[in-house]
């Protein structure tokens, strides 16, 4: 772990960097899976999940049969376990609901903005060693709750031609109207075109490796919409003597686990919880069965040490984390004082898990800095606010006039002309 | 103006499709650009405003001075317009305002939603023949509501070195914090890395031709969110014999002396309406002051009859307008079934002109077909919505075990074990 104390404002912006990564290399095979995606449909699909799954599938659609075993073979603890994180989570993003906002901005002169759900939305769940099936939870139920018409899901077969059983069940349970047996770019490149078995949609969220990351780049190049940008995950810990030192090397290990690549921070303005968090992270690694992803990880962590909160509040800004954890004596200091975060998790007793899994929060959030201009996914990813206006009689007479001076000054004597004709009509 | 009628749905794809620009040619100009900007600062800014606008310009601020000559020059009848405009702008606005959202999913598991600004926004005004102040309103005044601290302004300079009158004083009326000489290219690289002069900022919003087009997306490669992908300007009509052709022809025109580029329809299911806004087309033409560029975009307008209303609206859904106008008896078929447009126009008195200008509404808004998966500028373009959670020791308590069993299930013991560290400190 690599310790900065009391680090000058100069150094911040190297503080602050995430690893680069290079996608110039990986854009080429993405950009020619898509041309051929494009052309030959269900041919390609099938080509390259055989060269990248190394299996060969007849039929890429899960079956209804296939749903019934996985609901059945799923123990009744985890069962139980997915349907109480459903319905936090539901809970949460059904209070997100906004109603239609109506005004009459001047007499006869009525605005209103209403949501309506994107229509066709896809979800991409990566296969491999960790089946997420809380990313199904994620994703599906404000899709489902936002009232989009098709919910397609992609995630790829293992070696066996299936689909984590979870995760069939979690799609199930959430109104998925069709899970494909499909991962990587050719999944990405077959929900931007649409291919006799794959529906085209018209965004597509979710996690992925440098691969699927740089597909969904691509895919906006195409006309589609992508949640957000995306890459290694994120927590950044402030914490103060209040703290229990167990309690926060076990969240930064928590995040360390999930790759060589996640970026693990401390800040504190605590010498004494530096070295005790230290002691403790090195302490916990030891009985992990990630253990070598997360020490990978931990290695390029840092613990830094503030000589105020003052500053080390504006270091936080600048750095953006994903997920922030504040477990310091005077939280309100950096619950009001934060500004770019993905999710606040606060106090001893909330660790990162907690927003990952089950509490209601979504954990599909921004990384690498893009907390400041962006946000996780809620409810409102999967909708459109649209704005609608009508207009009287009476209304085009009280801002007719000042749609015609503003139209003329603009030059656009059209726009004016739109208005003149209608005030002309009334004069009569 | 092409007529089409009773087309088969087989030609939808191609009766949806707006032209295709090809950027290829122009990304690598743009790179350049942003290359030279990132290395050189504020020299490469005066060296392309020099080559492209054909002005040496000393100091690219707008000083204090120049916005009060602005301010005094704007004649008082403008001045009033865009005050009432600005009225009606920002009480639609504020009523975008989302309150905190904040639920309890499971006793002592507090879960919150508030939204917060977007630190540093960046708005780009086009310069050229019409000095669009208009949307200086609907950027600054959603910016401004939101609470963004840094609202810059880049809009280029005239060949004597100024920017537009009324667009100065709607900058300085709308809280614009600075305002700089700088337009296409050289300003979306400048706010993208930032120079001496030019702040870097977090997200560019507004329209542009193509150079600035291409320049945002290049933009988002280097971290920056932008508005939306922009295209031509777009209108659909909806009328049956109850629309009054002559409004809808001027609509249509309104449209079309946007640009020759511009896309103008008109769906219909009656020949006769049909027949009618095609003379009323050719004779108001006649009398525009950009009469050139309205008849080319006219030329490649399209003017469809529909069997039936249900055909009609599946197809006005296919082809999602940015700006919709419905001009029919029966209001409510089309208002209620309309899931993708930018903004919707009811009724014989509510000209586009009227959202362009001072009712209230945002005209920024998404072409292209992008309506299916974006929506305009609202006030929560210029937030994140972040997310906040507490858990107490009983919420711990009550959760812990549901994240244990799936932290197990997806294989991340480390996420697991942050619960089981603190269950098992409340068993002692």
Same mark, same amino acid.
């Given at each position: ?67 019934? &075993? ?97 995760? =069939? ?64 995950? &994120? ?75 003052? =500053? ?97 000054? &603009? ?18």
């Amino acid at each position: 772990m690599n310790k900065i104390i009391n680090p000058n404002v100069c150094e911040w912006a190297t503080l602050t960097q995430r690893p680069t990564q290079s996608f110039a290399a990986i854009e080429e095979t993405v950009k020619g899976i898509f041309k051929e995606v494009q052309q030959k449909g269900d041919r390609a699909i099938t080509k390259y999940t055989s060269f990248f799954d190394g299996i060969a599938i007849q039929n890429i659609k899960v079956s209804g049969a296939e749903i019934k &075993e996985a609901v059945a073979s799923v123990p009744q603890e985890l069962k139980d376990a997915i349907l109480m994180a459903k319905s936090n989570i539901e809970a949460f993003h059904s209070a997100q609901k906004t109603e239609r906002i109506e005004i009459e901005t001047m007499e006869g002169v009525s605005c209103w903005q209403e949501k309506r759900p994107i229509q066709k939305v896809g979800l991409y769940i990566p296969g491999g060693s960790a089946p997420l099936f809380s990313t199904v939870l994620m994703l599906a139920i404000p899709a489902q709750l936002a009232g989009c018409k098709e919910i397609v899901l992609c995630s790829p077969p293992d070696n066996e031609g299936k689909i984590n059983q979870a995760i =069939l069940f979690a799609a199930d349970l959430c109104g998925v109207t069709q899970i494909l047996k499909v991962g990587g770019i050719q999944a990405i490149a077959g929900m931007t075109f649409g291919t006799a078995t794959v529906p085209k949609v018209y965004k597509i969220f979710g996690p992925g490796n440098q691969f699927v990351t740089v597909a969904k780049q691509v895919a906006t190049q195409f006309g589609l919409a992508i949640d957000m940008p995306a890459g290694p995950s &994120e927590l950044l810990v402030v914490a103060d003597d209040s703290a229990i030192a167990a309690f926060v090397a076990s969240d930064l290990l928590s995040q360390a686990e999930h790759g060589a690549d996640s970026q693990v921070v401390l800040v504190t303005t605590s010498l004494k919880l530096l070295s005790a968090v230290e002691k403790e992270v090195e302490k916990q690694l030891e009985k992990l069965p990630r253990k070598a992803i997360a020490a990978k990880a931990i290695q390029n962590s840092k613990l830094i040490c503030f000589e105020n909160k003052e =500053l080390a509040l504006d270091f936080i800004n600048e750095y953006a984390p994903e997920h922030f954890i504040i477990a310091t004596k005077n939280e309100s200091f950096y619950v009001n004082g934060i500004q770019n975060a993905g999710s606040v998790f606060i106090g001893n007793y909330t660790p990162e898990s907690a927003g990952d899994y089950a509490s209601g929060t979504n954990h599909t959030l921004p990384t690498n800095g893009y907390a400041k201009n962006y946000n996780g996914v809620n409810l409102d990813s999967f909708l459109k606010a649209m704005t609608f206006q009508k207009i009287s009689k009476k209304g085009i007479q009280n801002i007719g006039k000042t749609i015609e001076i503003m139209a003329e000054a &603009e030059g656009l004597q059209a726009h004016k002309n739109a208005v003149t004709l209608r005030l002309n009509s009334l004069k009569q």
